[in-house]
């Protein structure tokens, strides 16, 4: 049992059914989206910045523009923005990776570069509210 919850981040953003993510949310007049994913029973001595390079496996021309350690809940967290194309398209993240327990979470941002911003803040404001139940 996932034992964690997340404010939604308003009514331009709506759920995407099926998948194998916990949660994927698109945006309704933005070319972006928020991906929530939860992989358990992993090795627990897998430090953050191997684990969070695994979100980027497939990008081309990866530049990382920010990377630095934050406190979530008091549970430490990676926190990377990059920018690099993934199937010729190119895109700017904002990832958070968690490792809580024998779980990682993957909370991801993902945009078109010119729409990056204007979805920035919601989902910051998503992650600010990551709660863990349990």
């Not at 049992?1 to 709506?14: H, I, N, Q, R, T």
């Not at 309704?28 to 929530?36: D, E």
């Not at 990008?59 to 967290?77: I, M, T, W, Y």
């Not at 968690?98 to 945009?111: E, H, K, N, P, S």
């Amino acid at each position: 049992m996932l034992a964690f919850e997340v404010p939604l981040p308003g009514d331009d953003w709506k759920p995407v059914p099926g998948g194998e993510s916990v949660l994927t949310l698109t945006h309704a007049r933005r070319a972006a989206g928020i991906s929530i994913n939860v992989t358990c029973e992993r090795d627990r001595h897998v430090p953050l910045n191997v684990l969070s390079r695994h979100l980027f496996f497939g990008f081309k021309e990866k530049e990382v523009l920010l990377q630095e350690l934050r406190s979530l809940n008091g549970v430490p967290a990676l926190k990377t923005v990059l920018r690099g194309r993934l199937n010729s398209q190119e895109l700017q993240l904002n990832s958070y990776v968690i490792g809580r327990g024998d779980c990682v979470y993957d909370l991801v941002y993902f945009a078109n570069p010119a729409d990056y911003a204007e979805g920035e803040a919601a989902f910051e404001q998503m992650v600010a509210g990551l709660r863990f139940r349990d």
